[in-house]
């Protein structure tokens, strides 16, 4: 297995039916979160990660964090030791990339809101995949594209590595969920058909104080 630090990024690529492992050294009490990439370098690996004890017995085991294709989590460390992370392909297909982050970096699922008006400063809050809120930001963007997506970073107090979220940033004047919109009460399952090229589908429905969505 190859050596890694508690704060580590490194690059790999998938060995088919052999998995890749690293050796991490923790203290106890340390907690490490994990993830694995693959998304945003355009790579076709469907990414698994797996933690062991020092005695070889499985701790974690993630294929997707239930809301994205890769899979990351957070785990608190008991006992001291050198552990071990596997990394491979659910399919065991070969050649496929990806970046493998060791860190303290927070385990976000969503943003909210999930977009902004350009020009405008809006306070972003970063939620858990309980809907449960780790901490705010400010954001503001006054140059780009139109409609363009963001990618905003969230660091808590006292942490040394981050996590990214992509944010919707439209114009001033756009306007969202127009009478045009699907209007639909909650809890709902709705199936649709991008029919139109650059017109996007719009759903509304009724938020109320304190509701949190985990799955859209």
């Known amino acids: 297995a190859q050596i890694i630090g508690n704060l580590t990024s490194i690059f ?6 052999e998995s890749d492992f690293y050796k991490v050294t923790v203290e106890a009490g340390k907690t490490l979160s994990f993830e694995v990439l693959t998304q945003s370098l355009l790579s076709n690996m469907d990414p698994v990660v797996r933690l062991y004890k020092p005695t070889g017995e499985l701790l974690m085991h993630s ?18 030791g050198d552990y071990l992370v596997e990394v491979r392909d659910a399919r065991y297909a070969a050649g496929g990339v990806y970046y493998l982050r060791v860190g303290d970096f927070p385990i976000v699922s969503s943003a909210k809101p999930s977009g902004y008006i350009r020009g405008e400063s809006t ?13 705010e930001k400010a954001v503001s963007a006054t140059h780009g594209y139109p409609n363009e997506t963001e990618w905003v970073s969230f660091k808590p107090a006292g942490a040394q590595s981050s996590s990214w979220l992509p944010v919707r940033v439209v114009n001033p004047g756009s306007k969202i969920l127009e009478k ?4 639909t009460t909650l809890p709902a399952s709705l ?4 029919a139109e ?17 985990i799955h859209i």
């Open 180 to 183: 045009s919109a699907v209007v």
């Open 197 to 213: 090229t650059g017109k996007p589908d719009l759903i509304k429905f009724q938020g109320l104080q304190g509701l949190s969505l």
């Open 12 to 17: 790999g690529a998938s060995r088919g039916a």
């Open 63 to 80: 294929d997707d964090d239930g809301a994205s294709v890769e899979p990351r989590f957070q785990y608190r460390f008991e006992t001291a």
């Open 123 to 135: 306070t972003i809050a970063f939620l858990d995949t309980m809907g449960h809120s780790l901490g």
């Open 191 to 194: 199936y649709g058909n991008l």
